[in-house]
T-cell receptor, first 116, second 115 residues
Framework: AQSVAQPEDQVNVAEGNPLTVKCTYSVSGNPYLFWYVQYPNRGLQFLLKYITGDNLVKGSYGFEAEFNKSQTSFHLKKPSALVSDSALYFC??????????????FGAGTTVTVRA | DGGITQSPKYLFRKEGQNVTLSCEQNLNHDAMYWYRQDPGQGLRLIYYSQIVNDFQKGDIAEGYSVSREKKESFPLTVTSAQKNPTAFYLCASALEQGLKSYEQYFGPGTRLTVT
């Protein structure tokens, strides 16, 4: 079984300050990890993914995430937040142990508000 | 949202009626997915299909049906058996090659309201 937890429903930061959105996961084997962003009444947009290799992954719009296997975490970060980063963020995991399991499990989402 | 279209954007139906949501992709992706999104619950998988003429139930398939007659199309029917059909429905597709995992691309969604 695989699952994702996003412990914060909301994150509020001032523009220009660092932004962190937390994500922890649970899988039986090795994880594939993803971050998506959703703007109101829109579909999800892919930000970045961790498959293998460097633990620090860089993605779209200046976002990055750090894979920490010992803490089973994959926190999303941005050094300097913009008002336009205000949106709903989802972490997702896929357990690659099951060769025929193509399912992606999503967290409940974290609403980010960046104030000017 | 590019490459995946969902129609209509908003849909209103009376209780007891079946309704079909359209999803089309031109990305030549093998796999397609349907999710339901409710406030505070993230996305829940309804059905997914890895190849044409084959599909599998997700976590909340009851009251829904799908077909995959063409690689580009994966329509979802919300039947009258679905007890709480009002939700935001998202279609996604992904390129799948062996054990390689590629990100899913999402359509713009259809907001279904049943009264």
């Amino acid at each position: 079984a695989q699952s994702v937890a996003q412990p914060e429903d909301q994150v509020n930061v001032a523009e220009g300050n660092p932004l962190t959105v937390k994500c922890t996961y649970s899988v039986s084997g090795n994880p594939y990890l993803f971050w998506y962003v959703q703007y109101p009444n829109r579909g999800l947009q892919f930000l970045l993914k961790y498959i293998t290799g460097d633990n620090l992954v860089k993605g779209s719009y200046g976002f990055e995430a750090e894979f920490n296997k010992s803490q089973t975490s994959f926190h999303l970060k941005k050094p300097s937040a913009l008002v336009s980063d205000s949106a709903l963020y989802f972490c997702a995991v896929r357990d690659i142990r099951g060769e025929n399991d193509y399912k992606l499990s999503f967290g409940a989402g974290t609403t980010v508000t960046v104030r000017a | 949202d590019g490459g995946i279209t969902q129609s209509p954007k908003y849909l209103f139906r009376k209780e007891g009626q079946n309704v079909t949501l359209s999803c089309e992709q031109n990305l030549n992706h093998d796999a397609m997915y349907w999710y339901r999104q409710d406030p505070g619950q993230g996305l829940r998988l309804i059905y997914y299909s890895q190849i044409v003429n084959d599909f599998q139930k997700g976590d909340i398939a009851e009251g829904y049906s799908v077909s995959r007659e063409k690689k580009e199309s994966f329509p979802l029917t919300v039947t009258s058996a679905q007890k709480n059909p009002t939700a935001f429905y998202l279609c996604a597709s992904a390129l799948e090659q062996g054990l390689k995992s590629y990100e899913q691309y999402f359509g713009p969604g259809t907001r279904l309201t049943v009264t």
